[in-house]
């Protein structure tokens, strides 16, 4: 009689213990995708993270190419690798219109800044200066040219009353194009706000002649500075007088 009570408690304690550990293998199963997931999240932080800290480097480094590929070759991109590749890819864009010589288009290609990244912060103000400087330069340029140009037409005009000498002077003035003068004058170092005039007097094909004058502050008396000849295709100028 004690045998079978002893072997009916040891058949039930194997059962139960049986039961507890299937117990604790389906908790464990049911626990795994849970603890597979978070990892997946750390896992993508950290190569996000990772990406945005080389990222920086590089645009410290002025390659911003690079730190814009750099960005997105991160398959699960964080918000703020978003944001840092947006910065960048507006950044290349004006970049290249200011080097083409476009600044309007720069200027309309550097958006507001929609990362924190204190490196694309500084990039994007340099770029901003450097823009802002060359449109107030081409501006500068181009009412310096407007300028003399007016000057060089007003002479001519004036001195139409000398005679056909003076006539001749107004045909050679018509068929001299502002591109040349603008070219001679920025060439010659005749540009500014110091009253020069350039008057076109003779032309030979690619080969022009100016007479040079600069009129004192008061605008009341011309002073000769020099007679000139101008190859418009070879750049070469030669002082006649």
Known sequence: MNKVVKKTIVGTTALAVSLLLAACGQQSTASSPSSSSSSKVHS???????????????????????AYDKLNTVNHRSSQVDKLSTDLQNYIN????????DYDQ??????????TSPAM??????????????KKSSSSSSSTTSTSRSSASSAVSSSSSQGSSTAANATVDSQTSDQVV????????FVGNKGYEIIPTAKNGNVYRFEVRQNN?????????????????????????
């Open 182 to 189: 603008t070219q001679f004058a920025n060439k010659m170092g």
């Open 94 to 101: 004006a970049k290249s219109a200011y080097d083409n010589g």
């Open 217 to 241: 502050e008061d605008n009341t008396v011309a002073s000769m500075i020099g007679i000139y000849q101008y190859n418009s295709q070879t750049g070469a100028v030669t002082k006649l007088q």
């Open 106 to 115: 720069a200027a309309g290609n550097l958006k507001n800044l929609k990362s």
């Open 44 to 66: 993508t932080e950290n190569e996000s993270t990772k990406a945005y800290r080389s990222a920086n480097r590089l645009i410290r480094n002025h390659d911003y190419q690079g």
């Open 121 to 134: 912060r500084d990039a994007y103000a340099d770029l901003q200066d450097k823009i802002t400087s060359a």
